[in-house]
C-alpha cells in the first residue's frame, strides 16, 4: 500500500496526481461552459519515468464518471496535506497519515475516471499501473428486476468493483454490486 512507498515516489506521485486531477477538472469544466466534452478532450499528460509500476496511459478518461466525482475531485484538490507537498515544501512522508489518505483518496478517483490502474513504484499487493478497472455504482428507491453496480459478460483482464443499493427489492428481484456472465478474468468484490 501508499505507506511502503519511499518519501520521493510519494512525493512524486503526489505532484503528478495533483496536476494530472487539477488538469482534468479544469479542461472538464471549460468543455462543459462551451457545451463539448470528449475523452478526447480530457487525456492526460505523460508521466515522469519511473514513477509508476507499470504503463498507464491517462487516454481513456470518462466525461460521465468525471461529471459525477467532479465535486470529490475538487474537494481532494484542496486537502491541507497535497498541498504542503505540492506547494509549501512540506516533505512527503510515508508515514504520514494525512498525505497517504489524502494521496490514495486521489488515486482512487483518478482510477475510477480513468478506468486503470495507478500503481506507483514500489507498492507491493497492488496490480500494475495501466491495468482496466471497471467499477460501477447502482441505486434505486425500489428494484422489481435486476439491479447491479456492473453487469459483464466476456470479460478479459480487468478488476471489476460494483455496490447496489435499493431501499426496497421486489419479490423475485436481484440486487447485486457485479453480475458476471461467463467473465474470463478478473477481480470481482
Do not use: C
Not at 478532450?41 to 468525471?66: I, K, S, Y
Request: glycine share 12%; no cysteine; proline share 6%.
Amino acid at each position: 500500500m501508499l505507506e511502503l512507498v519511499v518519501a520521493t515516489a510519494l512525493a512524486e506521485g503526489i505532484k503528478f496526481l495533483y496536476g494530472q486531477g487539477a488538469e482534468l477538472l479544469r479542461s472538464w469544466r471549460e468543455r462543459r461552459q462551451a457545451g463539448r466534452v470528449s475523452a478526447q478532450d480530457l487525456a492526460g499528460g505523460t508521466p515522469p519515468e519511473g514513477l509508476f509500476d507499470g504503463t498507464p496511459t491517462f487516454t481513456r478518461p470518462d466525461p460521465d464518471v468525471l461529471a459525477h466525482r467532479a465535486t470529490a475531485l475538487a474537494e481532494l484538490l484542496t486537502q491541507p496535506a497535497l498541498i504542503g507537498v505540492l506547494s509549501l515544501g512540506d516533505p512527503a512522508d510515508p508515514s504520514n497519515d494525512e498525505q497517504v489518505k489524502a494521496l490514495a483518496a486521489l488515486r482512487a478517483v483518478l482510477e475510477e475516471i480513468y478506468g486503470e490502474r495507478l500503481t506507483l513504484v514500489g507498492e507491493p499487493d497492488r496490480p500494475k499501473a495501466g491495468e482496466l478497472v471497471v467499477r460501477g455504482r447502482a441505486t434505486a428507491e425500489q428494484v422489481y428486476g435486476v439491479l447491479a453496480g456492473v453487469i459483464a459478460r466476456n470479460v478479459l483482464g480487468a478488476d471489476i468493483y460494483g455496490t447496489a443499493d435499493t431501499k426496497f427489492a421486489g419479490p423475485d428481484s436481484r440486487v447485486a454490486g457485479v453480475v458476471l456472465d461467463n467473465s474470463g478474468g478478473g477481480g470481482q468484490s
